[in-house]
């Protein structure tokens, strides 16, 4: 079954269980599954009275199947992130689980609009900015830093690319700034948040014109951070490293509209590698679109691409497609 069929399901799922009891499912589910289940469900029109029955009895079945309780719910708790993550992403999540960290007020942060959190952050330190914005998936953060004048995105950008963890007592200083924050032992280990990668993600989302100001600053601080962090960017131009089979996959992710926008701005080179996995009749369809279209903002472009990169690191984490290659070829 396919992811799109999957989320077609729960959202059929929720409007069968009645407004009420749908409503508590979602205050178990983060702000982005809440986003994605809410479109499907707006985009959920006339459904028959079969199909919502199978997916009905499809969810009793697995649900009966599933109510036996696992002998260790540590142990089950690694398995089933580091499964479905990868190790790099479930270790930090395991520490807050297993240990009892404690990240809500945080976590609230993941509700509000960028615009709203730069304000709240606005006037605080450069480390706790970018002690909060490691915590926070990774577009969000690079939204938030736009709403930052340069000289206070670079100097969080720094931070965020030279810190090496975040000891969970260091965390008590945001609570001036949140309603509630990370407070667990001294003893706890600290979190593996921040660094290199993170930052480059952060940078990847934040467009060409605020990327080349922000990687200038770190370089004039430290050439070799900067060197680091580019390497592990992955920009739109780089998604012609994919393969075949992972292009293919994203072009089933990804609509046309948002392709023909993306690909205005691009490279004839990546332009053909998207028009070679299409069919003949689709790729000659892109082609009439591509050029029937006329100037397009910078900024336009650059969002669908943004959104394009996305649908890439996701399709990347849930191990259905490999960014990379080489000797450090691994699931990102």
């Known amino acids: 079954m396919s992811q799109t069929d999957g989320l077609e ?17 979602f205050k178990h589910l983060s702000p982005k599954e ?18 919502v029955n199978d997916v009905v009895d499809k969810f009793t079945g697995i649900a009966a199947a599933q109510s ?3 002998s260790n719910s540590g142990d089950y708790v690694r398995s089933v992130l580091k499964r479905a993550l990868g190790d790099d992403k479930a270790a ?4 807050r689980i297993l240990q009892g960290g404690d990240v809500s007020g945080i976590e609230s942060l993941k509700w509000m609009e960028p615009s709203s959190v730069a304000e709240l952050l606005r006037n605080e330190h450069p480390q706790i900015v970018a002690a909060i914005l490691v915590h926070l998936d990774f577009d969000q953060a690079a939204d938030i830093l736009k709403f930052f004048n340069e000289r206070q995105r670079n100097e969080v950008m720094l931070r965020v690319a030279t810190m090496e963890g975040i000891q969970p007592s260091a965390l008590k200083d945001l609570n001036e700034v949140l309603f509630k ?3 667990g032992g001294d003893k706890m280990r600290k979190s593996s948040l921040g660094g290199v990668k993170t930052a480059a993600e952060m940078i990847n989302l934040m467009g060409t014109a605020i990327e080349g100001t922000v990687i200038e600053s770190i370089r004039n601080h430290d050439p070799d951070l900067a060197q680091k962090i580019m390497d592990k960017m992955f920009v739109f131009d780089d998604v012609i490293k994919l393969d075949d089979k ?5 072009l089933k992710e990804v609509s046309s509209d948002v392709l023909i926008v993306a690909l205005k701005g691009a490279q004839p080179e990546l ?17 009439e679109d591509l050029e029937s279209r006329g100037p397009m903002r910078l900024s336009e472009v650059e969002a669908q691409q943004k959104e394009i990169l996305k649908t890439v690191r996701r399709l990347a984490d849930e191990g259905t497609i490999i960014i990379g290659g080489g000797a450090d070829d691994a699931m990102v």
Do not use: P
Request: charged fraction near 25%; hydrophobic fraction near 50%; glycine fraction near 2%.
């Open 271 to 287: 332009k053909e590698k998207f028009l070679s996995n299409m069919s003949t009749r689709a790729a000659e369809s892109l082609r």
């Open 34 to 51: 809440v986003q994605r289940l809410g479109e499907a469900i707006a985009k959920t029109k006339a459904i028959t009275r079969e199909r």
């Open 92 to 95: 930090l999540l395991i520490d």
């Open 9 to 25: 399901d729960a959202a059929i799922l929720m409007m069968s269980l009645g407004e009420a009891e749908a409503s508590e499912v």
């Open 246 to 250: 992972a292009i293919q996959t994203v």
């Open 181 to 183: 924050v990370l407070a």
């Open 68 to 70: 036996l309780l696992v």
